[in-house]
Each structure stands twice: as structure tokens, then as C-alpha cells.
């Protein structure tokens, strides 16, 4: 087996070569070791196929000892006959699917999912245009496309084709169509969030100083009412903080504030808070050892794109940072879909594509795969593309001079086929069809190939809602984050010593003025033997009065408050003010309309 292979892989280096004369030698070869010889797919070993090629009753390629190696894409080569697989030993390489509106992403993207699901690889993937529920589904011979499944099915060799339903979580970040999804301020970040609110770098720099504090004064940051309080503390201390961390002004805090209450409108807050999600509620597998598919309403969420990209950012991250380092599996642990993921780049500062870069280039240690899903591999910068092994590109439509350039640049990203012209195939592939590059042996990337996309195995297009309900309702998960917690944070303490502080004032200024009234009664008394005659305004007598019968003044401050004392004073005094009572009806609103 292995001479057989490294046989096969000198012709595929030398495809001059006459390999008629080394074929026949090793027959029954594994079709694996066939198909990545470029020579073998021309006329001139036409022949030789029916002889060498094993054909099994599965497309899929299964180990020695039963365990899955591949998932079968589809067919292409010549009449589409030559089965194109992706080796689940790099599939962790990560991947793209490209190509313009309605040429088959979303079905590639499905049958990718049904496939790892089907190997024991959990999926997660958002569903940008709401028609992925059908996963739950499985397809049905009365569908209007059933005959044309079948069809393609047969033309491809796709023998053991059959309809199937796959374990399925629904998510959602609005809760509504799926479970509640979560993360804490805190674990988003400041750079996340500076990149989710827009910010300048002078403001994203105040965030990090409120960050910075929050972690001294042991303030949790929850959700968006612990920010926003805590930015009410940062801008009442701005005077001590500058002098420590840098020049914190109002307007800058005041600027984030604005940006908080849009992100608010926009629904951002039902992103924040607790419970929290657990990565171990995406990497799960049902009882039957197939992956469970994690599917993110998108649709509503789409109407904030900054929104939507940068929670699916932050959740590759906590993989990157929260999985142990695995080498290289035989398979994922996880694959990653992120759908219009040019999003994610548009206008993101260096830093974040750096951290994009990094975050891809290492992550696949760790076991996950991470497939983007976009229209143009333009929009993918370059040193992300490099990371992406495994290539679907549908076609692209050349309506400018731009895009002709974008399509000779895509055409450029794979290896070239003597068959055809890479750059005319993209161009002319039609629905369905794609030109596909998967990694080989050794990781090295397959030579491109027009190739015929199978057809799924579960509905196409979304399911019925309350079919959806139910499967909502009785999934491993139900009621685990349905209700939300609301344990003490920022915002509590906060409002704690404000509280408190108000307490102390208010007794501290009832002692003093009992104080000043015992003071002023024995001062009057001692004015009837002074001598001195009391004219029209006392001002002046006041004036000319020795100091120890002046009456006692309060000290505009007795000692130097500490940075949390400071804070809790001048909220304090805020109380009784209208701007106080503003702040306080604003932070109580929202945590009352929260629950």
C-alpha cells in the first residue's frame, strides 16, 4: 500500500510520465491513491480504471479499523465520475466556500454539516438567511427536487444516498427562535467591544482604563447596566484617574455612553449576562455518536452587522483560549462556519485582522476547523486566505473590470488542472457546481477540479416553527439558559455605596447642624453683655468678632478621599440633584424593564 503510494505520488510529480506500465503492477488500488494522480484522469489510462479502481458500496473512505477518513463532496473529473473527498485528517486545515448570491453556498455549507455531523465531528454555524433549520429535517421523496437529487446522485456515484435528519441546537441571541446566548462584558474585552461600538482609539483607551479598574476594585462587569455605571464612577474620578492610567475626559466617556445606548436599541443587551454559554453545549454528540450541528439564528441579528461579527469573533477566540493544545487529530473536535464573513474585515483596524490571522493560524492545534463563507475571497484578506486549505469556490459573475481582476485573482488561489482553465470554470460553473481543492497527503493542496456538489440528505430550505418549538423544547439543554441570573455586579456595588455614602452624609450633616444650632444659641447669649451695638446687618459685626466667638464653618473637606470614597460621595451629592436623579432613573429603568 504504502510503495503503491509513493508510486502514485512520483507520477503526480512527474505527470509526463508513462504510468500505463506502473498502474497495472498494483492494482485494486484505494481510489484515494488513484484520484491524486493527475495523469490518471486522462484519456490515455481511460483503460485502466476499470481495472485498478476498487469501487465500494460508500463513497465515504473508512480506515482499517472501521473509523471514517473522509467525507464525499462530490463528484468531478470527467462526467463528473471521479469522487471528491475531504480527509477528515485535515479538515481542521480550515477552509472557504465562495461565490456570488444563489450559486450553492448554502447547500455546500449543508452537506458539509450533515457530514461532519455524520463522522462525529460537532458543527457550529449561523444561519444568515434562515433556511439551514431544515438540517433537523430529513428530506422526503415528495419534495420538488427529489428526482432532481436522485439525478445528481446517480451521475455522481453517490450509491448509498438516502434521506436523514442530524441532531440539531438552535440558538439564538434574541432567544426567540432558539436558546439564549450569552457572554459577559468582561469576557468580551475591551478590544472587542471597542471594535463592536466603533470607537476611537482615545476612546477604546478610556475602555481599557475602565477595564482596568474594574478589576482593582473587584467590580464584575456583567452586562451593559454594570458598564454603564461603572463609566458613571470613571467620570465622576476622571481627576484622580488621569494622574494614574491618563488623560480621562468627559466626552469621551459621555461618547462611549452614546454608543452603549445605540448598541441597547440595536438589542445588544440581550447579548450580555448570565448564564454565560459553555463551550461544552456546542461540542456535544447525541446517543448515536453523530455530532450535534449548532445552528445561530442570524436573520434578525444581520440587521447589526457589527453586532453579529464580532460575537462570532469573540467565540472563535474563546475556543483559541480555552482548548488544550491536541496536535493533530484524526478529526476535528469541531468545525466552525462563519457565513459573510467579509463582515468581519470590512473597515476592522490592523489589530483585529492581526489577531483574526493569529487566531486561525493556531487554532487548528486545538482541533478546530474553521470554514469562512463569503461571496468574493477578495474580501478575505491574504494572510487569512493562506490558512484556508480546503477551497469551494462557486461561481463568480465578471459584470466590471473589478470584478474580472477579482476573478483572475481567485482563480490564482488554486492549483492549476491541465483539463481546463481555472479562471474560464469559475466564470461557467453552473448551481450546484463548484471548482474544489481539498488538502492530500501531507497537507498538500489538491490540484482543482470542476466538481458536481452532492445533494443533501436533510430538507432543503427551513423547517415549520412549531416543529422548531418543539425541538426546542426537548433538547438537552432546555431551561439551562432560559432564565436569566442577575447576580450582584458592578452595578449593585455601585449603587451599594452610593447608598451607603448617602446614609453617612445625611448623618454626618445632622450631627453637624445640631452642633452649629448649640454653637449659635451660646454665641447670641454672649452678644447681650459684648458691649458692641447690633446695627442693620450683623455682616459687619460677624467681620469684626474675635475668631474663637466666630460660629464654626464646615471644612470643605476633612481628609483625602480614596478613589472608591471619592466616587461614592459624589454620587452621593448627585441624589438630591436632577442630573443625579437622571443617572439613578437610568441605571434602575433598565434593570427593571430587564426583568
Not at 487 to 504: D, H, K, M, T, V
Amino acid at each position: 500500500y504504502l510503495i503503491a503510494t509513493d508510486a502514485m505520488m512520483f507520477v503526480s510529480r512527474r505527470q509526463q510520465h508513462d504510468c500505463t506500465k506502473l498502474i497495472p503492477k498494483y492494482t485494486k488500488l484505494h481510489p484515494a491513491i488513484l484520484l491524486s494522480c493527475p495523469a490518471y484522469s486522462s484519456s490515455r489510462l481511460a483503460e485502466h480504471r476499470e481495472d485498478c479502481m476498487v469501487h465500494p458500496d460508500s463513497i465515504t473512505v473508512t480506515g482499517e479499523d472501521g473509523v471514517q477518513e473522509t467525507i464525499f463532496v462530490g463528484g468531478g473529473g470527467e462526467a463528473y465520475a471521479e469522487p471528491q473527498n475531504l480527509l477528515l485528517k485535515y479538515a481542521n486545515r480550515h477552509g472557504l466556500i465562495a461565490g456570488a448570491t444563489g450559486t450553492g453556498k448554502t447547500v455546500t455549507l449543508q452537506i458539509l454539516a450533515e457530514s461532519f455531523s455524520s463522522a462525529g465531528v460537532p458543527v457550529f454555524l449561523s444561519d444568515v438567511k434562515g433556511d439551514l433549520s431544515g438540517l433537523a429535517k430529513s428530506g422526503s421523496a415528495s419534495a420538488k427536487l427529489h428526482d432532481a437529487f436522485t439525478k445528481r446522485a446517480g451521475t455522481i456515484g453517490f450509491s448509498d444516498y438516502a434521506y436523514d435528519k442530524f441532531p440539531v441546537t438552535f440558538w439564538d441571541l434574541f432567544g426567540d427562535q432558539g436558546h439564549p446566548i450569552r457572554t459577559t462584558v468582561s469576557e468580551m474585552g475591551p478590544l472587542l467591544l471597542s471594535r463592536l461600538l466603533e470607537l476611537t482609539d482615545v476612546q477604546e483607551g478610556v475602555l481599557n482604563i475602565a477595564f482596568r479598574v474594574s478589576d482593582e476594585e473587584g467590580l464584575p462587569l456583567l452586562d451593559l447596566r454594570d458598564l454603564q455605571a461603572l463609566l458613571v464612577w470613571v467620570g465622576q474620578n476622571a481627576k484622580d484617574l488621569s494622574l494614574r492610567y491618563g488623560n480621562v475626559s468627559s466626552s469621551s466617556v459621555g461618547a462611549i455612553q452614546r454608543a452603549l445606548l445605540v448598541l441597547e436599541n440595536q438589542g445588544g443587551s440581550q447579548m450580555f449576562g448570565e448564564p454565560a454559554m459553555e463551550l461544552s453545549d456546542i461540542m456535544r454528540t447525541d446517543e448515536d455518536g453523530r455530532g450535534r450541528i449548532s445552528i445561530l439564528a442570524a436573520d434578525k441579528l444581520m440587521n447589526s452587522p457589527r453586532l453579529y461579527a464580532t460575537f462570532l469573533l469573540w467565540l472563535l477566540s474563546e475556543l483559541f483560549e480555552e482548548l488544550p493544545e491536541i496536535g493533530d487529530p484524526d478529526k476535528p473536535i469541531l468545525v466552525f462556519f462563519f457565513d459573510e464573513a467579509h463582515l468581519l474585515f470590512d473597515d476592522a483596524p490592523k489589530a483585529l485582522v492581526d489577531k483574526v490571522e493569529q487566531v486561525a493560524r493556531l487554532i487548528r492545534s486545538k482541533g478546530v476547523g474553521v470554514y469562512f463563507i463569503t461571496q468574493n475571497p477578495a474580501g478575505v484578506p491574504e494572510d487569512v486566505l493562506g490558512q484556508l486549505g480546503n477551497r469551494v469556490q462557486h461561481a463568480l459573475r465578471a459584470y466590471t473590470a473589478k470584478d474580472r481582476r477579482d476573478l483572475r485573482q481567485a482563480a490564482e488561489n488554486y492549483r492549476d488542472n491541465p483539463a481546463f482553465s481555472i479562471e474560464d470554470a469559475i466564470r461557467e460553473v453552473g448551481v450546484g457546481e463548484a471548482v474544489t481543492s481539498m488538502l492530500e497527503r501531507k497537507g498538500v493542496p489538491g490540484i482543482a477540479q470542476r466538481t458536481l456538489i452532492r445533494p443533501p440528505s436533510s430538507q432543503l430550505g427551513p423547517m415549520a416553527d412549531a416543529m422548531r418549538a418543539g425541538l426546542i423544547a426537548t433538547s438537552p439543554l432546555a431551561g439551562k439558559y432560559e432564565a436569566q441570573v442577575d447576580r450582584e455586579s458592578a452595578f449593585e456595588i455601585l449603587q451599594a455605596r452610593a447608598e451607603a455614602a448617602a446614609r453617612e452624609a445625611g448623618e454626618a450633616e445632622a450631627v453637624e447642624e445640631e452642633t452649629e444650632s448649640a454653637a449659635e444659641r451660646e454665641y447670641r447669649a454672649g452678644r447681650r453683655y459684648s458691649g458692641n451695638r447690633v446695627g442693620r446687618s450683623s455682616s459687619r459685626v460677624t467681620r469684626e468678632a474675635p475668631a474663637e466667638e466666630q460660629p464654626r464653618r464646615r471644612s470643605s473637606s476633612r481628609r483625602s478621599d480614596s478613589v472608591g470614597t471619592a466616587f461614592a460621595k459624589s454620587f452621593a451629592r448627585q441624589l438630591g440633584t436632577q442630573s443625579g436623579r437622571a443617572v439613578v432613573r437610568g441605571i434602575l429603568g433598565g434593570l427593571f424593564k430587564g426583568r
